[in-house]
């Protein structure tokens, strides 16, 4: 596309009333965590096929981080999982990632992956078990510290398989209190996200199964404890923008994790099964941004987006940039809809003129615009053809086919 | 079955360890309400096939609720639904139920079949309508201190069909202002059900969609309101005995809406489709009546039971006996649970003898035990094979057939 | 928008490869009928608003059909229900049609409103049912001869509520019968469109649950039966494209019910609810429109598009012109796809770059194409606009809300 | 329980009019293969936790296997996946086996694990990954012929996990082609069965997704091809009893997959989840296994059973043991059930009656049966406390733990 495309674009815009110096503000606003995990190999429980590239060091995630921010503008932070991304001194690795132009994200405590959390973490019924994983929460709390992160994002993998495996209730009163112990670690400035996920790893309950057990949970502990919405954790159907809204307007929506379902939590490349419900979503949040309610408006500028996806069978880096760019694209979508149209319109009660102002948002081709806001801001135009043509990708390659991995 | 059979139960189930003596006063214990509304002809959108037995006038109904009571003893209360179930004087409505030996249930005010509440009731956008809502409200208040009723049942079909339809955040507020304006119209004693629903009749978001919601509203309203289940309002593979576990322990269980379902809301004849999720609700329940926390306790002795179902093609009357009947039967396993048993394995980490443990009281044949339980009370022993003796069936279908219905 | 959007548009698509006169071809080429009931009234099983501009006789229901193909161009026949559509005298039916503009399409036997087919039609247990469904499918298929249509459209509400209700196997051969003899009656030209859906209003089975049993008779009963694919007659998460390409390939794809869901069988405005989803299915259809194998090509092209929603709470012609033109939106992008470069990247072994090729077309705006061709052929560019200005609107809202309706 | 408990059973049983001896007969005929994989670690995508007393080797398995089978005496058989149970002498392989007391059962061709098949195998853009896919495919025939095994059976982790990825159908064309080369190889007593999934590995398509897929390109095939039902592979809300009774009608039910699953495919144990469908699925054989057509008669009769979960935190010998005994209870049960009086129901059209009468039976407690029919073949009444006597389950504990494993 050219600059007319754009021009042509901008002047389309005006006639629809959008003001789109603020769109590009917004747009630039917007900022996007990668996750450290999503650079490595992943799989499904049937096989995890090994690719070459993966990056398979805490070093190497960064670099491939740190290329993503290079390409997109738009990811400056990355999420770091521990243990995964043990480091032994992580004051120093958070001056290695800004030595790589990026920063520590969100630290997620992994509390699913040692053998003595088979039947649960938090909520096990072994006392000593328990007091491992708050152990481990705080620990993670101190690496953020460390690290400079202010995020703390938690996902459980706590529930059972079983009827009668579990006791409802106690562990919820157990996963309550240990998550007030590590509240009560927090600095002002941090805050706590906690994830729910309708099911998997726990095929019969998940302790934090809705948003409603995070939400109640959140408010139980603090003004520092926010839900996080990861967008394959839902039931099939979930009205998830419906959800979005109703955190908002309670203040608590603290972050998303985004990836994209068509059956379960299938963790692919955000945006890809459903556009216009990513669409929707961002609908809320342009729509919140704009409320006259201060702490609705807060919370939506304050909202951490992070990718949480699996990629299976897709090279890694480019999987991410272009997940980055689906965001970006329904997020300026969202950022074109005529809010006095359709408010006007659900006035009205005409029920299709308020869906169609919505939708013809959505019909806007966005290329011409996300191209001019890159390009304003010194970035690539097309990240991925400039991903391709850097030669990151083969660099890598041949870097991590030697035989012997870095350690 | 003979004496001999319940002799035989009896002793295997004290072998088990279990008091029977307990059970049987559970059991008897437990009351279930019935609809006015599920003895008239109800359908699918396709069609309302008509019977020729099915009531007609609140008279009707209320006889058939009674019939119900008579054969099963365990029905002394009819939801009645408001403007269906209208009454000139409803002091000589309660009168009426109360000659034909039961009372008035939950109060059901009915906002959905008025033209006005094409685009919702509550969360209306014209202040108008909202406020005819409200009144409507409160006019179900009244009708509940009338009749002596102490519980108003909300259910709510209000919702959007498409994306833009309405305002999310707006209708929120506006259902959390009317229902505060009906809350503090409630006697001390009254209490508010606060039912929620995943889908139908709105197809793109229910204003209260989830029990968080529900639970959400009431926590701000007050102790007064409580959440009610409806076991077919839940997307598909939800696990309806954690959520009535949740709201068991955070003191906010009100009632039940029982009936089954294989796909949405079919409103099927309660433990039809699934019986071993009706036990394993049961189960939660059971738990929690042994509770140490007394408002746990209290809370799972004061739930509300009401039937709600839509009988399509079942003779009414029967399919409500028979409602009962799975009810009684689930509950009677559930209170067979050897919860000794259970928690030991737990303690353990036996996966498969907790399971075990609970299915055990599944595979339970109770047929002896609930026969005993109703022969001791002076009831039938086979509700519906008496019903069937009675002739009541033969009675109302002739005098029903009639051309011309009663007024 | 203006000339110049298109000529954009138009060089943009051919720096793709777009050959845009075919693109112009196939939309020209695209008809769909739409269905006499969509404009009466119709509603949920909770409530049927009453709208005053609703159709009310056949004959209204054929002039708001040939509005809408007045104002689409696109919508030259339309779908009669027997025995809604009832008419002394089916070849008058036809010419009166034909005087309006339009002519008649699939013709529907309804099978599921009287009483006696509470329990089945052609599955009955009785004989004598099974027998009078027989007859009326005869029936119709002489209304079609008489009306010039050269389509059945089955669907059977057939199914169970519980099980044990009906003998699944006996009712499989009962149905098989039934349309053996039917289909020994269509004329050599007629063709036989068999639907499955999933649920509703059977809530335990419905006997043509699937497209794999609805093809399997159709396999049985010859080349005139064929699959219709109702839009919304799936489980949740079903892969629809994949099954329309199935179909596609076995040459046994008869045609569509075109609407959207987004839980159950909602029928709202087709391609509201999951755009992307549509446009998925017009995917395979142009690509099997490409196809080598003539057979492929030929039932690619023989499709009958159809609309079957129900317009619960929207103005009924606004509804259906907007459905028309978002099936047009959707099939205009599908034809924007790359198939050289999809193939490409498939043979590669490129995902990213495969699932780029066909988004890529669904991201651009297709509103100047489809002005385009509509001005070319005469129509207006934004139907919706001109139905508006037509007055039409005003003229049926006040000639029917008359207090006594014409007969 | 005791000897009184079976005679009062018994007695009930005859007085509800059931053939005992009959029913006693059938349970003794049913075998239930188990998966040698069943017996070594598994786990979910996020952690497979290891057990000390999971089988390592070959041997090992076959070992568990065997000891099932002699507690339980209905496993006789065990099926191996190829490569997983490699041997270089397949022939050897079989004579352990059957020195250890059981045979091989279904051989299962395992084309997921090796990293060319990372995008599909007999559907492989790539032929040369195609051919070695058929290859595998030969080479298990030639493993059945080796092992004595009868029955090929066949699952494809083949999908795609984003729109475009992949080409629907000339991939269907490819599995077909695949199949027919394989078929070809088929001795005139083996047989081949085939297995849908609805998804996982695939997020976007499987490429046999379904039963009409898996039972189109049965019949394509020939008459030794059947398919095989997975309980854990459909759509939520699946009518599985459904699908068996239609693909019993047609002849072409080969063979199960026993396993259980609330949300996803997520191979518990079976009959754990919901009791009530697979007692409703063994119904409908019980059923076809009094049909007067032979071809369903014969077609039941030879149904291949067999175990296929995931034992993620159980101990895998019990949970194969309970496994068992669920499908024992539940095919017990159905055995109960007084087909007369449901077909009484069914032809007056009493829906109540028609239920009740196969609910009757589910409600029976059948452990005083399932004991008899034990101790009358000379096997353990209750195979799970006998196999925890027997000082098995310590054993492998302590052979196993040791640090190195036998190769």
Sequence with gaps: MSDSAYAWFEREQQNRGIDVTQVKERLNALKIETPSWGYADQGTRFRTFKRAD???TVREKLEDAAAVHRFTGACPDVAIHIPWDHADDFGKLAADAKSLGIGIGAVNPNLFQ???YMLGSVTNADPAVRARAVEH????????????????????????NYPGQGDFRQRKAWMEESLRTMYAALDADMRMLIEYKFFEPGFY??????????????QKLGPKAEVLVDTGH???????EHIVAYL???GRLGGFHFNARKYADDDLIVGSANPYELFLIFAQIALAERDANPIVRRTAERIAYMIDQSHNIEAKIPAMIRSVMNVQTQYAKALLVDWNAVAEAQRAGDVLEAEAAVREAFEQNVTPLLQAVREEAGLPADPMAAYKQSGYAERIWNARSAAVAPL
């Design 54 to 56: 993966a990056a398979r």
């Design 114 to 116: 040692d053998d003595e």
């Design 137 to 160: 929460l705080l620990a993670c709390v101190d690496i953020a510290r460390a690290t400079g992160s202010k995020a703390l994002s938690l996902w459980f993998a706590d529930g059972t």
């Design 205 to 218: 309950h998940t302790d934090l199964a809705d948003w409603g057990m995070a939400y109640n949970l959140a």
């Design 234 to 240: 839902h039931p099939q159907g979930t009205n998830i």
């Design 248 to 250: 908002l307007d309670e």
